[in-house]
T-cell receptor, first 113, second 115 residues
Framework: QKEVEQNSGPLSVPEGAIASLNCTYSDRGSQSFFWYRQYSGKSPELIMFIYSNGDKEDGRFTAQLNKASQYVSLLIRDSQPSDSATYLCAVNGKKSNTGKLIFGQGTTLQVKP | NAGVMQNPRHLVRRRGQEARLRCSPMKGHSHVYWYRQLPEEGLKFMVYLQKENIIDESGMPKERFSAEFPKEGPSILRIQQVVRGDSAAYFC?????????????FGPGTRLTVL
């Protein structure tokens, strides 16, 4: 079992729709969860982080964390073509206690005009 | 307020040569991380350093790879005797204060091509 799992996609949504990206993780002791966006050929760009169970909203983005189910998701409302990118879920590897991030493979999102 | 800086942005080496990748963290950041992204693969942790100390090198290949973060100057990732399989994007990230509670910001990366 991979430590952090994401559906590679592509996930295709029409412009203006809600895009839902999902991620599961295996280390029950994980503390910090991050969503990064990566455009092709570019570096990862932080979108959101979440530490506590529940929802966290920032503009069009909402991160959701459920530690009991070991599940974290990212919702993008009013999706725009410029949101088309690969979204990386990252989890702080608590076992090592060093801040090492463990990344999923990423989900490719395509927003069609 | 400059972000994480990496150079060179592109590096071409022939098999057997050495590659040196440099990373300057964001101002005030004392934690540096190196990640590697192979073509069509995810980001993999390599090493975590603080000034003059290697904290976690569990992701570093045992041979040919080394990293340092001296008291003065940038962090260096060094790859000796490069092979074609080393071709990848190498990203540096930095964070402020406690790495357990703070976020990592990534530099633009160095794209290494081994001929």
């Amino acid at each position: 079992q991979k430590e952090v799992e994401q559906n590679s996609g592509p996930l295709s949504v029409p412009e203006g729709a809600i895009a839902s990206l999902n991620c599961t993780y295996s280390d029950r002791g994980s503390q910090s969860f991050f969503w990064y966006r990566q455009y092709s050929g570019k570096s990862p760009e932080l979108i959101m982080f979440i530490y506590s169970n529940g929802d966290k909203e920032d503009g069009r983005f909402t991160a959701q964390l459920n530690k009991a189910s070991q599940y974290v998701s990212l919702l993008i409302r009013d999706s725009q073509p410029s949101d088309s990118a690969t979204y990386l879920c990252a989890v702080n590897g608590k076992k090592s206690n060093t801040g090492k991030l463990i990344f999923g493979q990423g989900t490719t999102l395509q927003v069609k005009p | 307020n400059a972000g994480v800086m990496q150079n060179p942005r592109h590096l071409v080496r022939r098999r057997g040569q050495e590659a040196r990748l440099r990373c300057s963290p964001m101002k005030g950041h004392s934690h540096v991380y190196w990640y590697r992204q192979l073509p069509e693969e995810g980001l993999k942790f390599m090493v975590y350093l603080q000034k003059e100390n290697i904290i976690d090198e569990s992701g570093m290949p045992k041979e040919r790879f080394s990293a340092e973060f001296p008291k003065e100057g940038p962090s260096i990732l060094r790859i000796q005797q490069v092979v074609r399989g080393d071709s990848a994007a190498y990203f540096c990230a930095s964070s402020l204060d406690s790495p357990l509670t703070d976020t990592q910001y990534f530099g633009p990366g160095t794209r290494l091509t081994v001929l």
